[in-house]
């Protein structure tokens, strides 16, 4: 079976790690069932031979991996987890510095006054203008990672 994807949302991130615990926790308590099988498995297979053996065998082999497997695929999916949410607060923290800052260039852009023939005010506007893409420069490669982040 495939596994959902993760979500994005904090809040239903939050419900998955807390599902996924409880699943973990269920899959640890099977730990001793498992080894109760195998345990079981071995003493029948020591008294046994042949085919019946082998059938035995062949049950106990199949429990444990198929146990194995399962185990191995909610650690992945705890790991996948654990990554989602670093990569969600990381975002989530480098998305709200990028907004102050576009918000406080959309409030600078928004009072700029309107484009002087006087040299020495055209003087200052250049200046100022220049500050302004210098500050866009300086933050594109901020807003590429949270383009390709988000």
């Given amino acids: 079976?495939?596994?959902?994807?993760?979500?994005?949302?904090?809040?239903?991130m939050e419900e998955e790690t807390a599902d996924h615990q409880a699943l973990a926790d269920?899959?640890?308590?099977?730990d001793t069932a498992v080894t109760q099988v195998t345990e079981s498995g071995q003493s029948l297979m020591d008294l046994c031979s042949g085919d019946e053996q082998e059938a035995v065998k062949a049950h106990v082999d199949s429990v444990t991996n198929r146990f194995k497997e399962i185990q191995e695929k909610v650690r992945?999916?705890?790991?996948?987890?654990?990554?989602?949410?670093?990569?969600?607060r990381l975002f989530g923290a480098n998305?709200?510095?990028?907004?102050?800052?576009?918000?406080?260039?959309?409030?600078?852009?928004?009072?700029a006054e309107v484009i002087?023939?006087?040299?020495?005010?055209?003087?200052?506007?250049?200046?100022?203008?220049?500050?302004?893409?210098?500050?866009?420069?300086?933050?594109?490669?901020?807003v590429e990672e949270a383009v390709e982040t988000g």
């Avoid at 079976?1 to 239903?12: M, R, V």
């Avoid at 269920?26 to 099977?30: D, P």
């Avoid at 002087?116 to 901020?142: F, G, N, R």
């Fill in 1 to 12: 079976s495939s596994q959902q994807p993760i979500a994005t949302d904090p809040a239903k």
């Fill in 76 to 88: 992945n999916r705890g790991e996948q987890l654990e990554r989602a949410k670093e990569s969600g």
């Fill in 116 to 142: 002087s023939i006087d040299p020495v005010v055209m003087a200052t506007q250049l200046q100022e203008q220049t500050h302004i893409t210098k500050d866009i420069t300086d933050h594109k490669a901020a």
């Fill in 26 to 30: 269920e899959v640890a308590n099977q």
């Fill in 95 to 111: 998305a709200l510095a990028l907004l102050a800052w576009m918000t406080e260039m959309e409030e600078t852009l928004e009072q």
